[in-house]
């Protein structure tokens, strides 16, 4: 598995991944169109919004313009990203936009994905980290709990020592698998 910066040309395939993802967490037998906004799912509104967010055009709150997204690859197959910017947010000095993956995390991808963000936002002086999550628990949330995040409010979880993250997604003793 490669784990490589995104570019213009993946974006489609980027907007692609989110709306499977999106689809996998719709309850049981629940209607997708129930269960999201109308437009959430369209793949070309989806291309639309990355490519304003990447180039700076659209900036969620108090996130600085430095960002960047990884992807996670095997065999020139996109099997999930992470997209994040420095943020003060919160106090926090960098935030995930969004992580998405295909499938279950039966390849690490997860881990060796967050594990790339850390080392993007420490490399631009980052050291505290945090994530807007959903009302109800998913994969992600629980994935992001295992490893310490802890509760800001009922919408947020945060990290405020990513070298401490960092040290425990590459300790052997952890299993990125779900």
Not at 11 to 22: D, G, K, P
Not at 45 to 64: D, F
Not at 118 to 137: D, K, N
Request: aromatic content about 12%.
């Amino acid at each position: 598995m490669k784990i490589i910066e995104i570019k213009l040309q993946d974006l489609e395939e980027l907007a692609r991944v989110e709306v499977e993802s999106l689809k996998r967490f719709v309850p049981n037998g629940g209607d997708v169109n129930s269960f999201f906004p109308s437009d959430t799912l369209d793949s070309q509104r989806r291309l639309h919004q990355w490519l304003n967010y990447l180039s700076g055009a659209a900036s969620p709150q108090e996130a600085r313009p430095e960002r960047v997204a990884f992807k996670a690859c095997i065999d020139d197959k996109m099997l999930g990203f992470i997209a994040g910017h420095l943020t003060t947010r919160f106090g926090k000095d960098a935030e995930i936009e969004s992580f998405h993956t295909v499938a279950e995390d039966e390849n690490g991808a997860w881990g060796r994905l967050l594990l790339r963000f850390i080392e993007w936002a420490t490399q631009h002086g980052a050291r505290s980290l945090c994530v807007g999550i959903g009302p109800a628990q998913n994969d992600y949330q629980e994935f992001f709990l295992r490893y310490g995040a802890v509760y800001l409010n009922p919408h947020w979880i945060y990290w405020d020592n990513m070298a401490a993250l960092a040290r425990q997604i590459e300790s052997p003793s952890k299993v990125w698998a779900m």
